[in-house]
């Protein structure tokens, strides 16, 4: 069986503290037409955080046999040295591309460049803050993991930081910019929709179907 043409896949990604998760849930309204992926963790919910809305939350158990039967699109462990595993379930991704929607998904580094070799067409946003000690003073603000966590965090996002060249584009999340930040990742869909050859999504199906 080969591969479908379907909508559009963007992938906004960058280092812990960059504000990816804001920057999606403003978009969400502005984007009704967009389904925005949840993604399964097997990380504990943050104080506030709520299953089937900010995150499938699971056990590594159940992750690692969702991902032996190919039910991940990609999958990471964040950060890589021991981290919590991280995937996107494909189900949703495949759901949505036959109903010809696009798709919007936050990721880490790790599963953007996945995405970005298994599906050529994605198109791929890195998100930064402006500076390192704005990406310091984020993390530091969520106080949500023991010290030594944090700085192996912080480690892994500079390393995140320097694989920006990879992506299409980027856009800097200064503070008290948010609007504007949104503003910049929403034009550049608009652009990508626009193109006279837009880069739609071409799946083949997992292996063995």
Same mark, same amino acid.
């Given at each position: 069986m080969s591969g479908v043409r379907r909508g559009l896949v963007f992938v906004m990604s960058g280092p812990s503290g960059a504000g990816k998760t804001v920057v999606a849930k403003r978009l969400i309204p502005l984007e009704p037409n967009v389904? &925005?992926?949840?993604?399964?963790?097997?990380?504990?919910?943050?104080?506030? +955080?709520?299953? %089937?809305? #900010?995150?499938?939350?699971?056990? +590594?158990?159940?992750?690692?046999?969702?991902? +032996?039967?190919? %039910?991940?699109?990609e999958t990471a462990r964040v950060p890589p040295d021991g981290g919590w595993l991280m995937g996107v379930a494909r189900d949703q991704v495949d759901a949505a591309l036959a109903r010809g929607r696009d798709v919007f998904a936050v990721l880490d580094v790790q599963g953007a460049r996945s995405i970005r070799a298994l599906l050529p067409q994605a198109i791929l946003i890195f998100l930064k803050p402006p500076d390192v000690e704005t990406l310091r003073r984020r993390l530091v603000g969520r106080a949500t993991e023991p010290a030594a966590d944090l700085e192996r965090r912080l480690a892994n996002a500079l390393? *995140?930081?320097?694989? +920006?060249? *990879? &992506?299409?584009?980027?856009?800097?999340?200064? #503070?008290?910019?948010? *609007?504007d930040t949104v503003e910049q990742v929403q034009a550049i869909m608009r652009r990508e929709r626009g193109r006279p050859d837009p880069r739609f999504a071409v799946l083949d199906p997992p292996r063995g179907w």
């Open positions: 389904h &925005f992926c949840t993604t399964t963790t097997t990380r504990p919910p943050r104080p506030g +955080e709520r299953d %089937g809305v #900010d995150y499938f939350f699971v056990s +590594e158990q159940d992750f690692l046999r969702r991902k +032996e039967q190919g %039910g991940f699109l390393v *995140e930081l320097s694989r +920006e060249a *990879e &992506f299409d584009y980027s856009v800097v999340n200064a #503070d008290d910019r948010l *609007e």
